[in-house]
C-alpha cells in the first residue's frame, strides 16, 4: 500500500523543482510543461488509467466507492494545497493533484499498472511527469 505522506511530499517536491528559477521563467516552463502534458502520448495514457479506475470502481459497492472517493478527494486537496503553497501556479497545482488522487486509488483499488507505477515513480524522483512513461 502507498505510503500517502511520501505521495504528497513527492508531489510537493515535484511542484517546487518546477518553480526554481526567476518568476518569469518559471512562468514559461511550468506553461510548457502544461502543454507537454496535454498532449500524447502522455494524456491519452493517463485517460485510460483513469478509465482502468473508474472501471473497477463499477465492480464495488455504492459504500466502498463512496468511502474511496472521500479518501481521495482529501488526498487530491492536500496535494493541491501543498503543489500550491510551492509553486504559487494553481493549474500545475490542480494537474499534479489529479495525478495524486489517481496513484492513489489506483493503490486502493489494487490496479497493477505498469503506467501508474511509472508515473508514481517520476514522482518518487522529483521529476515532473510527461511525454513516454514506458
Do not use: C, N
Amino acid at each position: 500500500m502507498i505510503d500517502t505522506d511520501s505521495l504528497l511530499a513527492a508531489i510537493e517536491s515535484t511542484a517546487w523543482h518546477l518553480r526554481q528559477r526567476d518568476q518569469d521563467d518559471d512562468e514559461d516552463l511550468i506553461a510548457q510543461y502544461l502543454d507537454w502534458r496535454d498532449q500524447p502520448p502522455f494524456d491519452s495514457d493517463w485517460a485510460a488509467a483513469d478509465a482502468l479506475v473508474q472501471a473497477r470502481k463499477l465492480d464495488l459497492s455504492p459504500q466502498s466507492v463512496e468511502t474511496i472517493d472521500a479518501q481521495s478527494r482529501q488526498v487530491r486537496q492536500t496535494a493541491f494545497a501543498r503543489a500550491l503553497r510551492v509553486s504559487e501556479h494553481d493549474e500545475l497545482a490542480a494537474y499534479l493533484s489529479d495525478d495524486a488522487g489517481l496513484i492513489f486509488e489506483s493503490d486502493r483499488l489494487g490496479i497493477d499498472s505498469a503506467w501508474i507505477t511509472a508515473l508514481l515513480r517520476r514522482y518518487e524522483r522529483h521529476a515532473a511527469p510527461f511525454g513516454a512513461l514506458l
